[in-house]
């Protein structure tokens, strides 16, 4: 299986996404469930982008809500009032289309200054790796397994870690859940995780959703999820 989803991601090497109060504006500005219902058609839920070993390693909703759509944050006069953005997004269809039109007028109303920069399938593909963005919108590479996503996208070592964070905290989490075969120890890891990506706004997903891989000869054939 494929999550098929919508990325929000920031590039938080350079100003002024180097700074945790300027990512969490930016999301505290944004209403996902709004995107999920307009864009996606309700046919979707919010996550961080990697496979679940159980439902109990998904986003606790009475906490990552309270990231989002807050005025104290959103609406507060810091550095951030009319501060420049760009928003690229790739040209894959409609719903992406929708989904960041939506994103840049919630992130409006807080006071920043977005634009819209619709690209090709193949100049995504090499931002994605490249990380050569301010904020990146749009679907992100198939996995199948947790820590396939886990240790190459979140980790600061990671080959796909795009975002170019440094964190020491997260990266001891990530391996310390990568090597706990005890599920219910890993569980209040990942959750632990999810805390420390809300927090520092790294990137997170407002819609996600699981599409199968299939193949004309395979029917309905579809990829085993594995740990």
């Known amino acids: 299986r494929d999550r098929h989803s919508f990325p929000n991601r920031r590039s938080s090497d350079l100003p002024p996404l180097d700074s945790k109060d300027t990512r969490r504006h ?3 500005s944004i209403d996902p469930s709004s995107i999920i219902n307009e864009a ?3 046919e979707g839920f919010f996550s961080f982008g990697f496979p679940w070993a159980t439902q109990a390693w998904s986003p606790n909703p009475e906490l990552w809500q309270k990231y989002f759509l807050d005025p104290a944050v959103s609406t507060s006069k810091i550095k951030d009032q009319n501060l420049s953005l760009t928003i690229t997004v790739g040209d894959f269809n ?4 929708t989904s960041v039109e939506l994103i840049s007028e919630q992130i409006t109303k807080s006071g920043l200054n977005p ?3 619709y690209v090709n399938r193949r100049t995504y593909a090499n ?3 490249t990380g050569d963005f301010e904020v990146l919108a749009g679907p992100t590479f198939p996995q199948s397994t947790p820590n396939g996503y886990l240790l190459p996208v979140l980790h600061s070592n990671g080959q796909w870690n795009t ?3 440094k964190d020491a905290v997260l990266d001891s989490l ?3 859940q990568a090597t706990e075969y005890d599920i219910a ?10 805390s420390h990506l809300l927090e520092h706004a790294y990137r997170f997903m407002p819609i996600t959703n699981i599409e199968r891989w299939t193949w004309p000869e395979i029917r309905r054939a579809s990829c085993r999820e594995r740990l």
């Open 174 to 176: 990530l391996e310390k």
């Open 127 to 129: 931002l994605w790796q």
């Open 115 to 117: 634009t819209i920069n």
């Open 163 to 165: 975002t170019k964070h």
């Open 185 to 194: 120890t890993r569980t209040e890891i990942i959750q632990i995780i999810n």
């Open 40 to 42: 996606w058609n309700g």
């Open 26 to 28: 930016i999301m505290a």
């Open 94 to 97: 409609s719903r992406y289309k």
